[in-house]
Structure formats: structure tokens, C-alpha cells
């Protein structure tokens, strides 16, 4: 096969595609991580004389040095720059490790704007859980870091005692591997969401409700009471409220259709039992 005609290969096959800029000696951010997470990755597995780079997402002389080194094993112009050629055929031979590290943290954070294998990893692994955790919104599967990952990662990290800022770093990258896994083994991990500090009732609205929705979803199908599934929107109407209702005569509650702390306390309690 031609050179052209690998390098024509290497762009079909490469995602994430190359962001349209060079990286050199200066460059930062999220695209200078994933090339440097990458290279790691391929040191591992496929090119051990490659030098190891600390993933900080800065493009030094030592991220320099370790693309000269990929460049010349690889048949690439030897300059130290990530361009066009370099990035795809970086990314192509990361796609084609025969063990990719699709659960090692990537070494850098996901949030808006940041598209990639990493990202689609974690869309997978969220929209797998939702049949128990509902209150996480499932999404297209694209590999694009947009609103809807923002808002599932802030629905998780909400669940599972997490700053709730909607970006995936370590601790959250790590916690939800770990939920996921739990998930595949039937050993579901309890959730811990905090009391919003105000009562749910008709005409509330958010995240707080959503998760209402979702633990009486649960509980309702896990015991049979035959109580009215509710839609996981996060409005607090009268079908929720009748849901609460009947949640509440069933667990020895005051049956007034309104969430306040005892009957959210309970609700997690129960929700917790169940899984």
C-alpha cells in the first residue's frame, strides 16, 4: 500500500479527528493530553522505547521528544510536531492496540467541547446503569462531550457522593467505572444524594425531583405495589405527587404527597434496600 494511501486510511479511521492545528513546543489543553495519554498507550503495548510523558496537557520538550521518537519508528517527517499526518496516525495506532486502556483515566479532564473514545466510554457506561439509576439522563452515544454528558455527569456525581460540577476528572472517572462494574455484577452501589434543604411538592423542579421519580420507579417495580410509573423529567406534577402519596401510606409516613427530608431519607432508604 502506498503512503498516501495509508495516511488515507489512518484519517478514515481516526477518531478523535484532528482538531485542524498544529501542536508544537507552547501548545496546551485537552488536545495535547490526549495525544501525550495516547503515546503512553502505545508505549505500552506496541513501541516500549518510546519515552513515557507526564499527561499535563503542555507541550514541552520532553512531549517533543517522545513525537520525534513516535515519527521515526512510525516512517513520519521527524520534526516534533503534531500535525495533520502525526495526529492520525497516533490516534489510528491507539485505536488498534490489541488491549486499548478504555478504563485507565486518560490522564486529562472530559468536559464541553472535548470529543473522543474516553467520552464515548463513558456515555456507554452511563446509559447502561440508567434501568436502575433513571435520574441520569441517557444520550447518544457520539463521543462528543455536549449539554446531555454534561448534565448525565452532574446526575451521577449528585447519586454517588461527588462534586457535582459536570466534568469527568479522576474521582468521577473512577467512581463510574466502578458503579458500572458493580452494575455488571449484580452488586448495585447505594446512592447518596443530599437533601435539597426544601420541601418537593407540586410545581418543584430539578434534579432533586428527578431522582424522586426515579427511586419510586425502582421500588415500585421491585416490589409489586402496582403504583402508576412516573416520567423521569424532573417535574413535580400530580402523578408524582400521588406516587409520593402511596409511597408514604406503604412506609408509615405522614400521606401528604409532599418530599420533605423524612420521606426523602426514606425513599434512599428503601431504594438502597431494593437494589
Known amino acids: 500500500m502506498s503512503e498516501d494511501k495509508v495516511f488515507q486510511k489512518k484519517v478514515m479511521d481516526s477518531s478523535p479527528a484532528y482538531p485542524g492545528y498544529t501542536l508544537t513546543i507552547g501548545s496546551s489543553g485537552s488536545n495535547v493530553s490526549i495525544m501525550q495519554s495516547y503515546l503512553n498507550a502505545i508505549q505500552r503495548q506496541m513501541l516500549p522505547a518510546l ?93 462528543k462531550f455536549g449539554n446531555n454528558m454534561s448534565n448525565a455527569t452532574i446526575r451521577f456525581q449528585k447519586q454517588f457522593g461527588l462534586n457535582p460540577d459536570g466534568y469527568i476528572g479522576q474521582l468521577t472517572w473512577n467512581r463510574i467505572v466502578e458503579v458500572y462494574n458493580k452494575y455488571l455484577s449484580n452488586k448495585n452501589t447505594h446512592v447518596t444524594p443530599v437533601y435539597p434543604g426544601y420541601i418537593l411538592n407540586t410545581g418543584s423542579r430539578g434534579d432533586s425531583v428527578r431522582f424522586v421519580q426515579s427511586y419510586l420507579n425502582w421500588i415500585n417495580s421491585q416490589n409489586g405495589h402496582n403504583w402508576p410509573i412516573l416520567t423521569v423529567d424532573g417535574i413535580y406534577g400530580n402523578s408524582t405527587k400521588q406516587g409520593v402519596s402511596q409511597f408514604q401510606a406503604e412506609y408509615g409516613l405522614k400521606i401528604d404527597g409532599i418530599t420533605g427530608s423524612d420521606t426523602w431519607t426514606k425513599l434512599i432508604n428503601q431504594f438502597n434496600i431494593n437494589l
Do not use: C, H
Not at 62 to 71: D, F, G, L, N, R
Not at 102 to 126: A, C, F, H, I, R
Open 51 to 143: 519515552n513515557r510523558l507526564v499527561v499535563d496537557g503542555i507541550f514541552g520538550n520532553a512531549t517533543k521528544s517522545t513525537v520525534m521518537q513516535y515519527q521515526g519508528f512510525s516512517g513520519l517527517q521527524i520534526d516534533g510536531i503534531i500535525g495533520s499526518n502525526t495526529w492520525n496516525s497516533i490516534v489510528y495506532d491507539y485505536n488498534s492496540l490489541p488491549n486499548p486502556p478504555k478504563d485507565e483515566y486518560p490522564g486529562y479532564v472530559l468536559k464541553p467541547g472535548v470529543s473522543g473514545e474516553p467520552v464515548w466510554n463513558m456515555q456507554t457506561k452511563l446509559n447502561a446503569i440508567t434501568p436502575i439509576y433513571s435520574g441520569i439522563n441517557k444520550q447518544a452515544v457520539d463521543g
